[in-house]
Nanobody
Framework: QVQLVESGGGLVQAGGSLRLSCAAS????????MGWYRQAPVKQRELVAA???????NYADSVKGRFTISKDNAKNTVYLQMNSLKPEDTAVYYC????????????????WGQGTQATVSS
């Protein structure tokens, strides 16, 4: 019922910036939270940043002060502004969304995007 499409990945030199976008579409009542995860070679997928419907944010320690997550409720879109990029930020970045499908439901469903590659060269 929900599709997530990421964009904005690419190749950038260390110290540069990238801005990732993730747009949610389909049928749902509301989005209760969205986030970005990443998976680098030989590493586990990890949470990078998350934001709730109320605007509360959470960041991995490794990106605090460099990355900023934001959202546009009207567009059902979440963004990840990545500044001061380091080679260790190189990974596939995945968008995640938790949605409520009907107004009376308290059950949340989780969806994932296909991922977008971000590569930081030294």
């Amino acid at each position: 019922q929900v599709q997530l499409v990421e964009s904005g990945g690419g190749l950038v030199q260390a110290g540069g910036s990238l801005r990732l976008s993730c747009a949610a579409s389909g049928r749902f009542f509301s989005i209760s939270g969205m986030g970005w995860y990443r998976q680098a070679p030989v590493k586990q997928r990890e949470l990078v940043a998350a934001i709730t419907s109320g605007g509360s944010t959470n960041y991995a320690d490794s990106v605090k002060g460099r990355f900023t997550i934001s959202k546009d409720n009207a567009k059902n879109t979440v963004y990840l502004q990545m500044n001061s990029l380091k080679p260790e930020d190189t990974a596939v970045y995945y968008c995640n969304a938790r949605v409520i499908k009907t107004a009376q439901s308290i059950i949340e469903f989780q969806y994932w995007g296909q991922g977008t590659q971000a590569t930081v060269s030294s």
